[in-house]
């Protein structure tokens, strides 16, 4: 069974841009959440999605938006990218919303520069 | 929010030690997960605990749910070098996983 999977693994982006992370959970499982890792601030949530629909959200500015597919799929969005979203950005999969085991991807690693 | 503390922030320790950290709530959680991260990768669920008291194992790794449901406790006995990585716990309320800090293992052969 295909685990999960983001892409891309590395991005680099200038100030100002937007970017888009993909993830794609593993089959069979309808919720997706979103971690921003910093060495700062360890590991936080951004959004969960199930079924299509945000189910719940972290503490982070309008800038940062997501979506879920009809197939679990889900996108994350970043706007106007500042140097502080440097960061690992991991995908979870669960099988249902609010579903306690989550298996995380590898991750994205975005660098702003 | 919710805060997790957990402890200690990093453990130097030879081959063949046993380990002990643990996670401390502010708030009572209705689940703790140990997790275990390798430099680059996502981190890979270890343990899950669901009810106070309970305690579990997966191979030489043992977690405890606490009594009082505002702590866990992760045991790695007998430590090999494959042991090192960052350890977090996690907890569940309501469908949002707060992490604790992480335990940085550093295993001496």
């Known amino acids: 069974k295909a685990g999960v999977t983001q892409t891309p693994r590395y991005l680099i982006k200038t100030r100002g841009q937007q970017v888009t992370l993909s993830c794609s959970p593993i089959?069979?499982?309808?919720?997706v959440s979103w971690y921003q890792q910093t060495p700062g601030q360890g590991l936080q949530f951004l959004f969960e999605?199930?079924?299509?629909?945000?189910?719940n959200k972290g503490n982070f500015p309008g800038r940062f938006s997501g979506r879920q597919f009809s197939n679990s799929r889900s996108e994350m969005n970043v706007s106007t990218l500042e140097l502080g979203d440097s960061a690992l950005y991991l995908c979870?999969?669960?099988?249902?919303?609010?579903?306690?085991?989550?298996?995380f991807g590898q991750g994205t690693r975005l660098t702003v520069v | 929010g919710q805060q997790l503390n957990q402890s200690p922030q990093s453990m130097f320790i030879q081959e063949g030690e046993d380990v002990s950290m643990n996670c401390t709530s502010s708030?009572?959680?209705?689940?703790w997960l140990w997790y275990k991260q390798d430099p680059g990768e996502g981190p890979v669920l270890l343990i899950a605990?669901?009810?106070?008291?309970e305690l579990t194992s997966n191979g030489r790794l043992t977690a405890q749910f606490g009594i009082t449901r505002k702590d866990s406790f992760l045991n790695i006995s007998a430590s090999i070098p494959s042991d090192v990585g960052i350890y977090f716990c996690?907890?569940?309320?309501?469908?949002?996983?707060?992490f604790g800090q992480g335990t940085i293992l550093t295993v001496h052969p």
């Open positions: 605990l669901y009810k106070a008291g």
């Open positions: 979870a999969s669960s099988l249902v919303s609010r579903n306690t085991e989550a298996f």
């Open positions: 999605y199930f079924s299509e629909t945000q189910r």
């Open positions: 996690a907890g569940l309320p309501y469908g949002k996983l707060t």
């Open positions: 708030s009572i959680f209705n689940t």
């Open positions: 089959s069979g499982h309808r919720s």
